[in-house]
């Protein structure tokens, strides 16, 4: 967790959960551009940003230390 990478990866996690929120927020409610309630998105995405950054801190005890991931990864060179 003290590592620019973990924090890239977290980064990256955050921002694409981020936009996914969103935008099944704005095909699920089918209203018009301007109909939508651009405060009540932000805050719904923003809060699923957060849960995604707070997973990927959870996941640092977990699989590869110092990765936002829950997977562990085997070295496959030395098959």
Do not use: I, N
């Amino acid at each position: 967790m003290r590592t620019k990478q973990f924090w890239l990866e977290t980064g990256e996690r955050a921002v694409k959960t981020f936009a996914q929120s969103a935008v099944a927020l704005l095909t699920a409610g089918a209203a018009g551009l301007l109909g939508v309630d651009w405060l009540q998105l932000v805050s719904v995405a923003g809060l699923a940003a957060l849960v995604s950054v707070l997973t990927s801190v959870g996941s640092d005890y977990v699989g590869d230390r110092g990765t936002a991931s829950l997977v562990t990864y085997e070295d496959d060179s030395a098959v």
